[in-house]
């Protein structure tokens, strides 16, 4: 019987790290393609729309997730110039607050969200409810009230009670909800994999398999109180190309050609989801909007003309892609430590004053991160080390491998690229440590956009 109680990741005999990972001629030098576009070194110091890491530390206090303000919005302008006939939901759950809220609205994007308080968020930030698509595989009655009393543009229905819930809400408000089916295709994509079964084994949507979608749409079709406006589909994270895409869009288009076969409705919509891919580290290669969206479109288009039916407006909802780039995690060092392992090769371990609460993707996906020190140039020798948290876990992890320079020591600050998305929005309060703030920069002016939650805060909720 073998336990594991004590944390996954226990080195392997003479680990030098992962193949992906080389050892870089100069570990003060940035991989630009992992960091926001404003970010460079001046001096050694991390830079960021001609912010001073150092000063944001100063100012800020550290951990800190830093928002290239700039840098997302570019990203929200790129996915709606790379797919300009579409519409763009940005996924909230990715990161939300008000001020990315606005700056959605401002580049003239749609905001997906998929809760009460991620609608709330939207509607503090005086989003355009017409713009609003509300996802959730279960929607209170209380959540579905609210979305229809503020004018939710489209709720994307995710179980048959939500359709009652929905029949009994219309009724009462006297309204009519535009509303998708999410349907789920069989198809799991991820990176360059996809895997495609003829069933899901997943909470989410109405299966193809066995009829659940159209039996939906029948049943929608049926309510008054309910427009259909068309089909939805997602299906998965971090997906660096179109191929899962690709049989996800001729399961969905055919259940799309079916409607029109069985009940003579013409859907005006469909929606594909979101799941775009960024790089977090060297072995990343994800695709550009534009590769995507001309990928996309191309199948979209084929597979309607091969069906022959006209083809539906389209929507996507990218999160990670938009958010995930845009911002990296300040650190600073508060220990280190070099443990040797078999073959005579040591780990440095370098704990910062963050960790899993602020970023839980490496100890529940066991995600990989890249980091640079931000605080300074150095010459001594790279080392491979891992950047672990100050949380009582041995799986606290923030960076599994990368090479930092040998003198890397209390006090310096680390920056880890890649923490706009799935980070702030995932934080937690283990071991009670107060959650991290979010500093937008632009053109030289740093500003908190969510503050940084205090102790004061933590104990206002403890009634004792
Ligand atoms: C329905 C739906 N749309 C969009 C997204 C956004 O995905 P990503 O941030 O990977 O683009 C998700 C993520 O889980 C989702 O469930």
Same mark, same amino acid.
């Given at each position: 019987?073998?336990?594991?109680?004590?944390?996954?990741?226990?080195?392997?005999?003479?680990?030098?790290?992962?193949t992906w990972l080389r050892t870089p001629e100069d570990p003060n030098e940035l991989v630009s393609h992992l960091w926001a576009s404003s970010v460079s070194k001046v001096d050694g110091v991390l830079t960021v729309a001609g912010e001073s890491a150092i000063d944001l530390a100063e100012e800020f206090g550290t951990p800190t997730y830093v928002v290239d303000e700039d840098d997302f919005r570019r990203r929200a302008r790129a996915f709606k110039e790379a797919f300009p006939a579409a519409d763009v939901y940005y996924a909230g759950k990715a990161f939300l607050c008000v001020a990315t809220a606005r700056w959605v609205a401002d580049e003239g994007l749609s905001l997906d969200v998929c809760?009460?308080?991620?609608?709330?968020?939207?509607?503090?930030?005086?989003?355009?409810a017409a713009r609003i698509g509300m996802h959730g595989n279960n929607k209170s009655v209380a959540e579905l009230r609210r979305a229809l009393e503020v004018g939710v543009g489209r709720i994307i229905i995710d179980s048959v009670e939500e359709i009652a819930r929905l029949r009994e809400l219309t009724a009462e408000l006297g309204v009519t909800a535009s509303v998708l089916i999410r349907v789920t295709v069989g198809v799991e994509a991820h990176t360059h994999e996809y895997i495609s079964t003829s069933h899901e084994?997943?909470?989410? @949507?109405?299966? +193809?398999?066995?009829? =659940?979608?159209? *039996?939906?749409?029948? /049943?929608?079709?049926?309510?008054?109180?309910? #427009?259909?406006?068309?089909?939805?589909?997602?299906? @998965?994270?971090? +997906?660096?190309?179109? =191929?899962?895409? *690709?049989?996800?869009? /001729?399961?969905?288009?055919?259940?799309?050609? #079916?409607v029109e076969k069985v009940f003579g409705v013409v859907l005006p919509e469909l929606d594909?989801?979101?799941?775009?891919?960024?790089?977090?580290?060297?072995?990343?290669?994800p695709s550009t909007p534009a590769d995507l969206a001309s990928g996309m479109l191309k199948i979209v288009n084929d597979e309607c003309a091969a069906l022959g039916v006209r083809v539906p407006h389209l929507s996507i909802e990218p999160g990670r892609a938009i958010a995930g780039?845009?911002?990296?995690?300040?650190?600073?060092?508060?220990?280190?430590?070099?443990?040797?392992l078999d073959g005579g090769v040591f780990r440095r371990y370098v704990?910062?004053?963050?960790?899993?609460?602020?970023?839980?993707?490496?100890?529940?996906?066991?995600?990989?991160?890249?980091?640079?020190?931000?605080?300074?140039?150095?010459?001594?020798?790279?080392?491979?080390?891992?950047?672990?948290?100050?949380?009582?876990?041995s799986g606290d992890i923030v960076v599994k491998d990368e090479f930092l320079p040998d003198d890397v020591a209390a006090g310096d600050l680390l920056a880890v690229p890649g923490t706009g998305a799935y980070c702030r929005s995932l934080a937690s309060n283990y071991n009670h440590v107060p959650r991290a703030a979010v500093v937008a920069v632009r053109e030289g002016e740093a500003r908190v956009i969510v503050r940084r939650e205090t102790e004061d805060d933590l104990l206002a909720l403890d009634i004792g």
């Open positions: 019987m073998r336990s594991h109680e004590a944390g996954a990741v226990h080195a392997r005999a003479g680990d030098r790290g992962p809760t009460g308080g991620e609608l709330a968020v939207a509607l503090k930030a005086e989003f355009p084994d997943q909470k989410f @949507g109405f299966s +193809i398999a066995g009829g =659940d979608a159209l *039996d939906a749409v029948r /049943r929608v079709l049926a309510e008054p109180g309910l #427009e259909l406006r068309g089909l939805h589909s997602h299906i @998965g994270s971090q +997906i660096f190309v179109t =191929d899962g895409f *690709d049989v996800a869009a /001729r399961r969905i288009l055919g259940v799309h050609a #079916e594909l989801g979101g799941g775009f891919g960024i790089a977090y580290t060297t072995q990343d290669d780039p845009s911002t990296f995690t300040l650190y600073e060092v508060g220990t280190t430590k070099s443990v040797s704990s910062v004053d963050g960790g899993m609460s602020d970023n839980i993707r490496p100890a529940l996906y066991g995600a990989d991160y890249s980091c640079t020190l931000a605080s300074r140039t150095s010459d001594a020798p790279a080392v491979l080390s891992r950047v672990v948290g100050k949380h009582c876990e």
